[in-house]
């Protein structure tokens, strides 16, 4: 049967290392209190120079190198962020020049931290119609741009990274994406969201002395609608795929916060051993953070041929999602 498979992953960081410690000097926080509440430890945080397109171009380039694939090959990129280096042109436009992937048409899909599952599914339904087509799904994210550092609240969650599948069409036995699940709620937008910066409240002086062009959150409510969703489309993919959560060898949920995570994989019955969890290590980099670990567990020889992978992502709009695959 011809499905859509991963022929390469790569991912990105910035050098710089923002460690708990750190941020005990910028606002009034604790590594205790991070760590407790998050599960965080460090993060990345850009520099000058660094940007969203940057590190998915580097991303990307990693992802190709992994397939043996020429950027000249590649027919289609699709950029999921929510912080992107410009309004226009778009994200994936600007990785195409980067790369130099002079075929391909680009663009980016603004679904917060669900991103790459959302452009994930939109290449696997491109690779259905056409198998020989190459393309490059990537979450990429520079939200310490859109991170208000005197929010405590919200400035000790966030990184930034970026992360690439290369995927194409194969008639290799079970392997691939065996289903794909997208969902949206735009009636809970007030709960995750950026007040400015849109034409509903353009940017002005007052606009960014307010850091009104920054991510508002009311966690508690995130976190309760994060667990549930999560789940909820978790089963669906299972139920999709007549499969049992025993079948599934390897979880990798949005790296929001380590109780979110505990708490899904516990109501799925997925035992800790089966979740990858980096979020210690890199804060909730939304749309990067699945394509990162899946990157990591993928070169660190997790994944092993016919390894069940279901990827799970939540984030602002809402949006939720998750991608059912045979490695
Ligand atoms: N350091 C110390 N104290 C803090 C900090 C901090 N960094 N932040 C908040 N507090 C305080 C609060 O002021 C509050 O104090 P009070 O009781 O005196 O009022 C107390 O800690 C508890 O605050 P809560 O908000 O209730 O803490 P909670 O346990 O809910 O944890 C958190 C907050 C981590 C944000 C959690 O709600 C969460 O993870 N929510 C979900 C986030 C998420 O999943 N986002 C997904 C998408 S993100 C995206 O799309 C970009």
Known sequence: MNRTV???????????VLTNKDLETIVDTSDEWISTRTGIKSRYIAEDGETTSTLATEAARRSLDMAGVRPAE?????????????????????????LGASNAFAFDVYAACSGF??????????????????????????????????????????GDAAGAALVSGSNDGERGILSTHLHSDGCLWELLYIPGGGCVYPPSAEMAEKRDYCIRMHGNEVYKHAVRSLTEVAQEALLANQLDPEDVDL???????????????????????????????????????????????????????GDLVLLDAFGGGFTWGAVMIRW
């Open 6 to 16: 991963i022929l390469g992953t790569g991912a990105a960081v910035p050098n710089k």
């Open 74 to 98: 590649v027919d289609m990129i699709i950029v999921g962020t929510t912080s992107p280096d410009m309004v226009m042109p778009n994200t994936g436009a600007l990785v195409q020049k980067h």
């Open 117 to 158: 599952v959302y452009a994930l599914t939109i290449a696997d339904k491109f690779v259905k119609e056409n198998p020989e087509k190459k393309i490059l799904a990537i979450g990429s994210e520079l939200l310490s741009s859109i991170t208000d550092w005197q929010d405590r609240n919200t400035c000790v969650l966030f």
């Open 251 to 305: 979880f990798i949920p949005h790296q929001a916060n380590i109780r979110i995570m505990t708490k899904v994989a516990e109501r799925l019955k997925i035992s800790p051993d089966r979740v990858y969890m980096n979020i210690e290590r890199y804060g909730n980099t939304s749309s990067a953070s699945i394509p990162v670990a899946l990157d990591e567990a993928n070169r660190s020889g997790r994944l092993k041929p």
